[in-house]
Each structure stands twice: as C-alpha cells, then as structure tokens.
C-alpha cells in the first residue's frame, strides 16, 4: 500500500505517517524503485497501535521508547510498558466512570 492508501485505512494524515517515521517510531518503510513508501500489512499494525495510544494520550516519547525496546528484543521491559499503560488506562476509566455517575445524577435533577 501506498501512503494516502494507509492514510485512509488507518485514519491518520499523511503529515503524520512521514512524521512517524521521521522520528523513527514506526519500523523502517520499504520503497518503490522511484521512492515511493511501500507499506506492508505489519506497518499498518504497528500504526494502528500507534494511532488508538496516541487516541488515549500516550506520549509520543513514551511509544518512541516502547518501539526502541521491542526492536532490541527486550521482553521483558516491553511487556513491563504495556502492563503499564493498560494500568493507567484502567485508572482514567474509573476516573471516567466516576464522572459519568456524578453527570447522571445531575441529569436527573433536570428530569
């Protein structure tokens, strides 16, 4: 695929995709004999993952590391990073769930 194919399938700008791998956080993307990306199927799942963190405000440091880590083959600190960003997540959902009852309750003043 190329870039504004992988845009659309994945949502995510263009701009943003030559940007990734500006930083080198996505793995490096073949190209065509005139320069063109050739993205493979792996890339647009690492971008999807990418996209849904950034979605849930990881930081771009943070997956830039997480990327650096896997590259190196270092399991364990992966899964250490995953584990913690799944326990963050499970903390603003009870955050956001707490909100959520407090926004019904005052809805149903209005009732």
């Given at each position: 695929?190329?870039?504004s194919e992988v845009s659309k399938a994945v949502g995510?700008?263009?701009e943003t995709?030559?940007?990734y791998e500006k930083i080198a956080i996505l793995p490096k993307i073949d190209r065509s004999k005139?320069?063109?990306r050739?993205?493979?199927q792996s890339d647009l799942?690492?971008?999807?993952?990418?996209k849904t963190m950034r979605t849930v405000g990881t930081p771009i440091d943070s997956l830039k590391e997480y990327y650096?880590?896997?590259n190196k083959g270092n399991i364990s600190e992966c899964k250490a990073f995953?584990?913690?960003?799944?326990n963050e997540l499970e903390l603003k959902r009870n955050e956001i769930e707490t909100a959520l009852t407090i926004l019904n309750e005052k809805i149903k003043i209005y009732e």
């Open positions: 695929m190329n870039i995510v700008p263009q995709l030559r940007y005139g320069g063109l050739k993205y493979k799942e690492w971008i999807s993952f990418v650096d880590c896997c995953i584990e913690f960003q799944k």
